[in-house]
């Protein structure tokens, strides 16, 4: 199971740092990242950290994210920065056992309940 914490209401250039906690003992193993859905779009991948560490970003969040994971506290957090209104979704941590990230939802079998993200102008 995987449980989203951080999202809230932020202003257009704030940051904000997202944490998904996993239960389970072969966190270390499982490949984590994130996905957005905004309000009437499709769910887009944003960010993937492998389990031996390697990042893939989405164009939308390159540059302006970081991902990364305590394999010892079974979490992985984003951090997000120079925020837009654009960013504004549900944004929802996602747990595969493949071996690399991979921008496809289907290719995820866990999934968070996601947590609100909201940027005023």
């Known amino acids: 199971q995987l449980a989203e914490s951080g999202g809230g209401l932020v202003q257009a250039g704030d940051s904000l740092r997202l944490s998904c906690a996993a239960s389970g003992r072969l966190f270390s193993s499982y490949t984590m990242g994130w996905f957005r859905q905004a309000q009437g779009k499709e769910r887009e991948f944003v960010v993937g950290?492998?389990?031996?560490?390697?990042?893939r970003f989405a164009d939308v969040a390159k540059g302006r994210s970081t991902i990364s994971r305590d394999n010892a506290k079974n979490t992985v957090y984003v951090q997000m920065n120079s925020l837009k209104p654009e960013d504004t979704a549900v944004y929802y941590c996602?747990?595969?056992?493949?071996?690399?990230?991979?921008?496809?939802?289907?290719?995820?079998?866990?999934w968070g309940q996601g947590t609100q993200v909201t940027v005023s102008s």
């Open positions: 996602v747990a595969t056992q493949r071996v690399g990230v991979t921008t496809l939802a289907d290719d995820y079998e866990s």
């Open positions: 950290i492998s389990w031996n560490g390697r990042i």
